[in-house]
């Protein structure tokens, strides 16, 4: 499969070989697993939401923790820097975004003064 931006939950219970009750269900318990939701209403999930669905299921029935355990593992996990905070890639993004902007207004700037250069 492609890599894509979003996947929706069947794509998601598809690749994890969860049920969509279990998503459902892991999305009130963990707070990092906050899929956003589109037009219609429908959960979509971003490749980042869906390794934290991949580590939960790892903890709780490969290593056999429970639900508090995997909530405080995961607590653990980010502060150590080993899971990273959703919201401080927000941040990276907007800070990408803005530098793009940037970009292209200093791109429309320049570019009328090159069109007569390397003729």
């Not at 049920?19 to 589109?38: D, G, S």
């Amino acid at each position: 499969m492609v890599p894509k931006a979003y996947y929706s939950i069947g794509e998601v219970c598809e690749l994890t070989g969860l049920k969509a009750h279990v998503l459902r269900y892991w999305e009130t318990q963990f707070e990092q697993i906050r899929p956003t939701k589109n037009r219609a209403g429908n959960r979509v999930y971003r490749p980042r939401e869906i390794e934290l669905i991949l580590l939960v299921k790892h903890l709780l029935y490969d290593r056999k923790y429970t639900i508090d355990g995997a909530r405080q593992k995961l607590k653990e996990m980010r502060s150590s820097g080993e899971l990273r905070d959703e919201r401080e890639g927000a941040a990276e993004l907007e800070v990408l975004a803005a530098l793009k902007d940037d970009l292209i207004q200093l791109r429309k700037i320049l570019t009328p003064g090159l069109d007569g250069v390397g003729r």
